[in-house]
């Protein structure tokens, strides 16, 4: 299985060492996305797609306190701090306002990636992500409340589940084989081609919004914030 981390550090170097030593790594399969502000990564992190945020605490623009406090709001995603600020009470502040751990820099690698490994297995299939919003369309996964462009929309069970792997996939190729999988399972005998039934089916319900779901020929589907 691939998790998608959001890294929020205004350090490249970090980013960069960080990003290098998960990617080299075998037991646990990472992607990540990089931001280098609050801001940015406060609304990277509302889009619902991260399976696991690092977070640094002094940022431009705005801090990983007031980051952390915001998505605490709408998210248990597992979300750690990484930061250069080890006084006690900074580290119970941060536990306070709900991170799973706190890491001091400067830091082992290793023991980042082990500390990130175990959250993301004791995460796997508990993270609660309360609304994803991806320009205009939203879903809540809790009350499976579905809008496009303001309106109500009322999906069956297969749309609605393509629509929410779609968004919390958002940007990214998502192809017929990866859609199959997760939507039907991996006992699925038939054709691909059901995967593109369903996905008109699914873009004649979300009206004028279902434009937001591109065909990249020959790999899959991609949902875009814009038609």
């Known amino acids: 299985m691939t998790y998608r981390i959001l890294l929020v550090e205004d350090h490249v170097q970090i980013c960069e060492m960080i990003c290098d030593y998960f990617s080299a790594q075998h037991a646990c399969i990472c992607v990540i996305d990089t931001v280098q502000n609050g801001t940015d990564g406060l609304a990277a992190a509302q889009s619902g797609a991260y399976d696991l945020i690092l977070l640094d605490v002094m940022l431009p623009d705005l801090d990983g306190f007031s980051v952390c406090r915001s998505i605490r709001a709408v998210s248990d995603v597992p979300l750690v ?125 979300l009206g004028s919004a279902g434009r937001q779901i591109h065909t990249v020929i020959s790999r899959g589907y991609q949902l875009k914030d814009h038609v």
Not at 99 to 104: A, H, S, T
Not at 168 to 175: A, D, F
């Open 81 to 205: 701090f990484l930061t250069a600020r080890a006084r006690e009470e900074d580290v119970l502040y941060g536990y306070t306002l709900g991170c799973d751990d706190y890491v001091v820099k400067p830091f082992s690698l290793a023991t980042l990636y082990a500390k990130v490994q175990a959250l993301l297995k004791r995460a796997k299939g508990t993270v609660l992500r309360r609304e994803l919003v991806c320009g205009k369309i939203t879903l809540n996964p809790l009350t499976l409340a579905v809008t496009a462009d303001g309106q109500p929309v009322t999906l069956p069970a297969k749309e609605f589940a393509l629509l929410q792997y779609l968004m919390e996939h958002r940007e990214w190729v998502v192809s017929r084989d990866q859609l199959l999988d997760r939507i039907w399972g991996s006992d699925f005998f038939g054709s691909d081609r059901v995967v593109d039934t369903h996905i008109k089916k699914l873009r004649k319900a």
